[in-house]
């Protein structure tokens, strides 16, 4: 049970209607089961001439006008039947609206706080998530505890105060009767339960094979180009014939014990009710018992055995939640970046200063050694190299989605690990290498950082990143929508539109961070010319394989193994021996190899 | 555009009746069900006539001669019922199964027949959802639903029936609220029915919401996005949460009114039966019965709406199972040709010519649609064991010229012709028999490294398999993993890295020792080591083969026998390396670009 204080922190506010949603649940209980007793009160001791037995229902026959007189009205008894039924109704409705409406906000603040958790987990977190996994957990592992929550729970309580009204009353009419009433239901309960906890492997075992069946047809349809070009159609039917079978096998096991589960249990159910007609027979002939009575208890008896054998299988179903809880809460436990601090919101001007920057993931190798550079407002700055030579994890520190580990980083002469994360990632602009898009429109992931700015600025932005006149030939051109249910765009079209939605943003300090690589050579150039018109506003930083995309650059620093091996003018660089000038002959070779034809 | 037609709210019979034809092989089980289910039916509007008659012959005579034949008759009703309980129950899930198997084979068959055209425009999800859900919805529907409603009108026919035999006017005084009640249950049903689709819908919105949520964490953070997103998640939520709210409402109402509807049954029946026992006219016994059957008949009638409700929703799932169902495959076997080759499923091998490798288009033109031609008169003639390099930028042909030589389409003018013959006149399966085909994006099957290269010859042994590895230079990475040739490649192969993959996809195709090749190359960004390791593997693998090859890699295309550079489905440039770097054209700028970039990154490392 400690599992659920871990969820109790989202229950503020709708405690107090979850516990009337138990309350209604009791009084509705009350009056069904007032029900039999008028029946068999108005068959005794209207229609019949026995004393009533119980006062309450005296008075209640003396509101309406007495024995007598409900005898020549008896349709008054027949108001009061269904008067009692409203009111049962009016709290069955109370209920189930309190207890649904109680879990349904708890639900909703759980589902928007994973959201929310998971965007605010750190960078570091995200390189190794596993998609399907947290989604399971975000939806049906929510729906879990909301089922219990909503539902499951009440209706337990329900049907336990329901036995334990209906017990008192059967016991206070008649203990004889009362014994023989309830002899089977333990055998009931206990049967249900026991049923229902052992056949839980079964329905694992179908919804594993479901499982396989759905992977082998997922997989079947993903490869079909393969399927086809190998001329494998007959062997995968057989493949999947094999998992069909096996799936139509294991629900069919589960289901065949489920009819014998079925059976079973209404053979032990209908005994019961037959024993209490039997039993009752005997009695009321030999005069213990009336006849209103003996149709109460046949009434009390088929109102019990219903949710004793629902029981049975809601409680075997209520562990579920616990381990739900555990799910959810791993995700919750796991800390958020800090992104609410006391930093410093210095208003930005775009100057950059490194200086023996060190940094490293968790406790290995540093990847960056000593890194010492500066570059002013305005600027632009180039980095070529390796795979792995450190230049990506270098301008992931810039908005602090990761940590140096020593050294100094100054933004205008301010330490960088003193500025609010906020404030500074809507400071720098960092375009990734392989962007994500957002299912929405074109326009919408243009302005995705602010819904407001106006169609032109929208417009421009995509000029600027050379994607405009792509977006002009689709059909539905700004609003066509992007993702599964819309345009599939090319791996150089999404790094434009992520070029766009970054500079639209105008942040003092933009980094490219290889976007430039699925886009032609072309317009690489055209992009760089656009972006050029924008340099006083702008300090630009940008990483690439290409010569000609960073020698126009104010510094090039091409680095290897984490460290600056050479760093200068585009001039400056070529007149020295190195990578960068390695690089920039592959020109000569080229002309040599066509020399060569 | 799966939603479209899901709000028809009329039981369309056409659907159904189309769809009755794929019932035919289960009319037996139809029967037997059907059959338990009136006894069922009879079995429980009978119990209260036991009550009555022990209520009448026992306790109004005061004595209980004869009462051990009467706990005779009650057990034996009772095991009758349990028995039939257990018959229906496997009965009805013998069908649902059967029924969900049967049709998934179908479905599965013909998805296997559909031309690959047919996959163009659909994404996999929509397709699993009907291989999936939709069978499941429908073949639950029409097993369950048939339960129900056999059930349900025996029991309201039984009820009625001794009610009337009972006493008659005391019967049509209590089932004068069958009518109201009947109305309120099919209104609220459709109407929860309906809440319900809408809390589907939106769930499943928060699911891609939480996907985005996930694999978009990177670039929120860059744009810092957090509080946008969580406002937009936050509308959705709330949306959820009043959703599901309106649904539960609906069925708290629509519970308590079924009961209160019941109950005034109840009070009509003590009411006047009350009366009637005063005066005499009706036993105590007959007082009881009825009573019981008032508690008793809102059941069936509930049961009957919540069937009506569901074949209304089933209908749309019918509707999407039977479109794929009656899919034509536009690309297949004339009759002839299965006569004396076989059909897919149960080829004749034994009569397929042996391919050598002769390739010739013959004016082949290919559109989707006339005015926008993929292909226009094309020709070309290959020689076996020419390798022919495709250039061009996306969208230009290069493609369609792949698919139409796997025949994965066919052309709309001219014609195709391998070794000599048209290669419409031999079974689809016969060039896909003698192909090697490797995919820029490998895709691999979860299982073995082994189990994936054997998919190329089903019957290659292991020293094959390893041959064609080290063909391919597979091999060595192979056996350094802990599991060697065992080792699980996981869901489309997603635990080998890409370069692994392609090399693994390059010994599948390897190990059939095809007479044609085709081969889509990757442009996309693989460690250099790999690279070199490819590029190796690409030319030992073309040698001897008649080739197709998208190419992308310089040394590729500088291998290939022939270049085709194709521009809006024509060729433009067509010569060996040499012949078109003379040129001086569109592939001499080509080559050039893709020089400086393959070096650079090459230098870089």
């Known amino acids: ?597 | 555009m799966e939603d479209t037609q899901i709000r028809s709210n009329k039981v369309e019979i056409k659907i159904w009746k189309d769809f009755f034809t794929y019932l035919k092989p289960y009319k037996k089980q139809f029967l037997k069900l059907t059959g338990f289910m009136v006894a069922l039916g009879i079995l429980d509007s009978t119990f209260p006539i036991l009550s009555k008659f022990a209520v009448d012959s026992f306790i109004e005579k005061g004595s209980l001669e004869g009462l051990s034949i009467f706990i005779v008759i009650y057990f034996i009703a009772v095991v009758a019922l349990s028995l039939i309980i257990y018959l229906f129950i496997k009965y009805a899930g013998r069908l649902e199964t059967s029924m969900a198997h049967d049709i998934r084979r179908i479905g599965f068959i013909r998805l296997q027949e559909l031309p690959l055209a047919y996959y163009d425009n659909k994404a996999v999800g929509w397709l699993m959802a009907r291989m999936t859900s939709d069978i499941t919805r429908l073949s639950e529907t029409i097993s369950w639903g048939l339960v129900d409603l056999s059930w349900g009108m025996t029991m309201m026919t039984g009820v009625t029936i001794y009610m009337f035999i009972l006493n008659p006017r005391l019967a049509l005084i209590t089932l004068s609220v069958i009518p109201a009640l009947a109305i309120v249950c099919v209104y609220f049903q459709k109407k929860i029915l309906l809440a319900q689709r809408d809390v589907r819908k939106i769930n499943s919105q928060i699911t891609g919401a939480y996907n985005e949520d996930i694999q978009g964490a990177k670039t929120t953070k860059t744009l810092g996005r957090e509080k946008l997103n969580l406002d937009e998640f936050s509308v959705l939520t709330t949306s959820l949460k009043t959703n599901a709210i309106r649904a539960t409402i609906l069925s708290s109402i629509f519970l308590p009114l079924v009961i209160g509807l019941g109950s005034i049954g109840t009070a009509l029946a003590i009411s006047f039966g009350g009366n009637y026992v005063l005066e005499g006219i009706i036993t105590y016994g007959t007082l009881v019965a009825f009573i019981s059957y008032t508690a008793q008949f809102f059941e069936p009638v509930r049961q009957m709406a919540v069937i009506f409700a569901e074949i209304q929703g089933a209908q749309a799932s019918a509707e999407r199972v039977f479109s794929l169902l009656k899919e034509e495959p536009s690309i297949k076997d004339s009759e002839e040709v299965i006569k004396m080759y076989g059909d897919i499923f149960n080829q004749k091998k034994e009569n397929w010519p042996e391919i050598h490798g002769k390739v010739q288009f013959k004016d082949v033109s290919f559109y989707y649609n006339p005015d926008e031609p993929v292909l226009a008169n094309f020709s070309i003639d290959v020689n076996p064991g020419e390798t022919i390099a495709l250039v061009g930028e996306t969208g230009s042909g290069k493609s369609t010229i792949v698919n139409l030589f796997c025949r994965f389409y066919e052309p709309v003018k001219g014609e195709i012709l391998i070794d000599d013959k048209n290669y419409k006149d031999l079974p689809i399966n016969w060039i896909h028999d003698n192909l090697g085909y490797v995919l820029q994006a490998p895709h691999l099957f979860s299982g073995t490294i082994r189990d994936n290269i054997r998919y190329g010859k089903l019957d290659a042994t292991d020293e094959e398999i390893i041959d064609a590895c080290k063909l391919v230079d597979a091999h060595k990475f192979i056996i350094e993993l802990e599991n060697g040739y065992d080792t699980q490649v996981g869901e489309g192969g997603n635990l080998l890295s890409t370069g692994q993959k392609q090399l693994v996809s390059f010994a599948r195709a390897v190990v059939r020792n095809p007479r044609l090749f085709v081969l889509d190359e990757a442009t996309s960004s693989i460690d250099t080591e790999t690279e070199k390791i490819i590029q190796d593997a690409i030319s030992k693998v073309l040698t001897g083969r008649t080739s197709f090859v998208i190419a992308h890699r310089l040394s590729t295309i500088r291998n290939a026998d022939r270049i085709l550079v194709i521009q809006h489905g024509k060729i433009i440039e067509d010569g060996t390396h040499k012949e078109l770097i003379k040129k001086r054209g569109y592939y001499y700028s080509l080559y050039s670009n893709q020089f400086i970039d393959e070096k650079s990154k090459y230098i870089l490392g």
């Open chain 1, 1 to 597: 049970m400690k599992e659920f204080k871990k969820i109790l922190p989202f229950s503020k506010g709708y405690k107090l209607m979850y516990l009337f949603g138990m309350l209604a649940i009791i009084v509705a209980q009350l009056f069904n089961t007032l029900g039999p007793l008028i029946i068999s009160s108005t068959i005794d001791s209207v229609i019949g001439d026995v004393e009533f037995r119980s006062s309450i229902i005296k008075s209640i026959f003396d509101l309406f006008g007495g024995r007598d007189y409900l005898k020549a009205n008896l349709w008054l008894i027949g108001i009061l039947i269904v008067i009692n039924t409203a009111f049962r109704g009016v709290f069955l409705y109370l209920k189930s609206y309190l207890s649904v409406k109680a879990a349904e906000e708890m639900s909703m603040k759980i589902r928007n706080k994973l959201y929310d958790h998971i965007q605010k987990l750190p960078y570091s977190f995200h390189v190794k998530s596993d998609t399907g996994d947290l989604i399971q957990r975000c939806t049906s592992d929510v729906e879990t505890i909301k089922k219990f929550l909503g539902v499951q729970l009440v209706e337990v309580a329900g049907s336990v105060f329901m036995l334990v009204f209906i017990v008192w009353i059967m016991f206070s009419l008649n203990i004889t009767m009362g014994v023989i009433s309830v002899a089977l239901i333990p055998l009931i309960f206990a049967f249900a339960y026991i049923f229902f906890k052992r056949v839980q492997r079964d329905f694992k075992e179908a919804d594993e094979a479901e499982a396989k069946l759905s992977t082998t047809l997922q997989e079947n349809l993903t490869g079909i180009r393969v399927v086809k070009a190998f001329a494998r159609e007959k062997y995968e039917l057989d493949k999947f014939d094999v998992k069909n079978m096996n799936y139509r096998d294991l629900v069919n096991k589960l289901i065949l014990n489920l009819a014998m589960y079925w059976s079973i249990s209404d053979l032990i159910s209908l005994s019961q009710v037959g024993i209490v007609i039997v039993a009752g027979t005997i009695l009321v002939v030999s005069g213990n018992l009336t006849l209103g009575i003996l149709v109460a208890f046949i009434s009390y008896v088929n109102m019990i055995i219903w949710p004793v054998r629902q029981m049975g299988r809601t409680l075997t179903d209520m562990g579920k939640a616990t381990i739900s809880i555990n799910r959810i809460d791993e995700i919750l436990a796991t800390p958020i970046e800090v992104l609410v601090e006391n930093g410093q919101e210095p208003e930005i001007e775009g100057n950059i200063q490194f200086e023996n920057v060190v940094f490293a993931y968790d406790d290995e190798k540093p990847v960056l050694k000593n890194i010492s550079f500066s570059v002013s407002k305005g600027q632009t700055l180039a980095i070529i190299g390796s795979t792995g030579s450190g230049k990506s994890s270098l301008v992931h520190l810039l908005p602090r989605l990761y940590e140096y580990t020593n050294g100094s980083i100054k933004i205008d002469g301010i330490e960088l690990n003193t500025i609010d994360k906020k404030w500074i990632r809507h400071n720098v602009g960092l375009v990734l290498q392989e962007p994500f898009l957002y299912a929405k429109s074109i326009k919408e992931n243009i302005r995705l950082t602010d819904p407001k700015k106006p169609d032109p600025t929208v417009y421009r932005a995509a000029k600027t990143a050379s994607i405009h006149d792509d977006i002009e030939s689709f059909d539905k051109k700004y609003e066509t929508m992007v993702g599964e249910r819309g345009v599939s765009l090319s791996g150089g079209q999404k790094q434009r539109m992520a070029i766009a939605r970054t500079i639209i943003s105008e942040t003092p300090i933009v980094i490219f961070d290889d976007s430039l690589s699925a886009v032609d050579t072309e317009t690489d150039v055209q992009i760089r010319k656009a972006l050029e018109k924008r340099r006083d506003k702008s300090t630009t930083i940008i990483i690439s394989h290409r010569i000609s995309t960073v020698s126009e650059a104010d510094i090039i620093l091409v680095m290897d193994k984490g460290k600056i091996i050479q760093r200068g003018t585009h001039k400056e660089l070529i007149a020295t021996d190195g990578l960068y000038k390695r690089v920039y002959e592959i020109q000569t070779s080229l002309d040599d190899d066509l020399e060569a034809i």
